[in-house]
Nanobody
Framework: QVQLVESGGGSAQAGGSLRLSCAYT?????MAWFRQTPETEREGVAA???????FYVDSVKGRFTISRDNAKNTLYFEMNTLKPEDTATYYC??????????????????????????WGQGTQVTVSS
């Protein structure tokens, strides 16, 4: 049974930093971080393949970093230069097998919620101005 357990999160001032971790079971495959607020649908913001190739949405590119330690079965999300609009519940997610999609002229890891089979419980991130 695949399990994902998130930790980290909490509150920060705008411009500050937070780090999320996600301990997972079930071997190595593509993973991602999603976020959701009560007003928005769940949105994929960053993804990583088993070798460390990463993809980001424009709203977090240059501020957030997704990484993984396969030996420790842990996914990380370093969030810097936080903004109030980053306030959300953050979820780590794992694919049963990697799903790649052609977007424009580039193959990217799928970042739609339907591309993911396993989910963490979510952790709240609150950024105040």
């Amino acid at each position: 049974q695949v399990q994902l357990v998130e930790s980290g999160g909490g509150s920060a001032q705008a411009g500050g930093s937070l780090r999320l971790s996600c301990a997972y079971t079930g071997g190595q495959t593509c993973m991602a971080w999603f976020r959701q607020t009560p007003e928005t649908e769940r949105e994929g913001v960053a993804a990583i393949d088993t070798e460390g190739k990463t993809f980001y949405v424009d709203s977090v590119k240059g501020r957030f970093t997704i990484s993984r330690d396969n030996a420790k079965n842990t996914l990380y999300f370093e969030m810097n230069t936080l903004k109030p609009e980053d306030t959300a519940t953050y979820y780590c997610a794992k694919q049963r097998t990697c799903v790649w999609r052609l977007i424009g002229d580039q193959f990217r890891i799928g970042m739609s919620p339907s591309d993911y089979d396993f989910w963490g419980q979510g952790t709240q991130v609150t950024v105040s101005s």
